[in-house]
């Protein structure tokens, strides 16, 4: 059994890294999202600050936007030239996704000022695509509503985790200390 340890030492220390990071972020996203006051910003400040981020974004492509809180749920209704298209949820904030990119990388670390680089650089870019997204996916179901599932289940998560994927593998490939110690 010591020999199997011995073997898959980084394999272990990978996974108890990610599960602790994952963890603890978790329970850190749970206790801010339990503790937001939802009077100033509602349902919580990140995902207020995305629905109006996107609102503004949908502006400058010429669609009159509006962002209004939803009566009856925790999330902010998207209303695309006055027609209700979507809704933005707590899980349309990218900061679940941002936590899942941070223990992955934090788990492959590398040299400290390059781990935190690289995780800054990072969750700007899942941010703003992330953004993007929302933005995309609102003027598509504006535009081809037969599509919504489709769109929302299928392409659009795919975006945002595809990228993230990427982001993962040119990390391990160009930072992580692992591809240092067995390349």
Known sequence: MKALFVKYKSVIKFILTFLLVYGVLSIAYKFYLQFSDG???????????????SGALLETFGYNTEV???????SL???????????VVEG?????VIILFL???????GRWKTTFFYILSGSVLIYSVNLLRIVLLSMGL????????????????GIIYGMVFLLWIFWVNQFSQINRKNG
């Open 39 to 53: 009077s100033t910003f509602y349902p919580d400040y990140v995902t207020h600050l995305v629905a109006k981020q």
């Open 68 to 74: 209004l809180p939803h009566p009856s749920e925790p």
């Open 77 to 87: 209704k998207l209303l695309v030239n006055g027609n209700y298209l979507a809704r």
């Open 92 to 96: 349309c904030n990218s900061l679940s």
């Open 103 to 109: 223990s992955f990388v934090v788990a492959f670390s």
């Open 142 to 157: 504006y535009h081809y509503t037969e599509y919504e599932d489709v769109l929302h289940t299928v392409i659009f998560p």
